[in-house]
């Protein structure tokens, strides 16, 4: 005999509403449940299990992914799943290696020599170009982004470049090379602007490295929730129909 549980069973495992069991539901992330003869929702061990799954999931990957990977494992579209799972993994792995890479260009500019130019350190955008081997244009492309802010000579109107500035151009050409659009690139540099100082920007990628190694581990979880979830799912007669309900 099937052992049902009502919307309140699924909700007091997770801490959840009652109204987010029937939202998930609605939203296809939870297989269509039974209704009674009054109209109350009926659930399974597999709604359970889904349930269990989607938030194991949405914890490693994030909501938007975790709601693509359930309605793939729900319709059936395995080639799907195994596609968004494929994704997924590759952009963690991209952001470790970018979280190695600016660790390293830190590392690297907290040793960098600056010659004295005259104007108290300052690169001009020239000079600046030279040193990353950039066109200039591009540092103007960066400044346009909100990447980069540097300060205008008064005499000339020339910009002139800062060591901080130099610094976010580093972790910039970095990024861009490691595929990152310029509005992920601004909304980073201004991170690592705003921590200020050496220790911070220490302490920043710690918390950094240790997020990264947070979601990592919950997407393993995910993924052993996910792999109970298909074998229910296989081991069901049909797959079970995602409509919306009502109620």
Excluded: C
Aim: proline residues 3%.
């Amino acid at each position: 005999m099937t052992e049902y549980l009502r919307p309140v069973d699924l909700a007091r495992e997770h801490g959840v509403s009652t109204q987010s069991i029937r939202n998930y539901e609605d939203e296809g992330l939870l297989p269509a449940s039974e209704r009674t003869d009054s109209g109350y929702r009926r659930y399974t061990r597999l709604h359970a299990q889904a349930l269990r799954t989607f938030l194991a999931l949405r914890a490693g990957h994030g909501h938007r992914t975790a709601v693509a990977l359930m309605h793939a494992a729900n319709s059936g579209d395995l080639a799907e799943l195994f596609r968004l799972l494929d994704r997924a993994h590759a952009d963690a792995q991209r952001e470790r290696a970018i979280h190695e890479e600016v660790a390293q260009t830190l590392t690297e500019l907290s040793t960098l020599p600056r010659p004295d130019t005259g104007r108290g350190h300052a690169l001009t955008v020239g000079e600046l170009a030279h040193r990353l081997r950039v066109h200039p244009a591009t540092l103007r492309k960066w400044e346009a982004a909100g990447i980069l802010f540097p300060q205008r000579d008064p005499a000339t109107g020339y910009r002139l470049y800062t060591r901080d500035d130099e610094r976010d151009a580093h972790i910039a050409l970095r990024l861009r090379r490691g595929g990152a659009r310029l509005e992920q690139v601004a909304r980073f540099v201004a991170e690592v602007r705003h921590t200020g100082g050496t220790e911070k920007l220490a302490a920043f990628l710690a918390d950094w490295r240790e997020r990264i190694a947070h979601r990592s581990r919950a997407a393993l979880r995910g993924a052993a929730h996910l792999d109970r979830y298909l074998d229910l799912l296989e081991a069901a007669e049909d797959i079970p129909d995602t409509g919306n309900g009502n109620g």
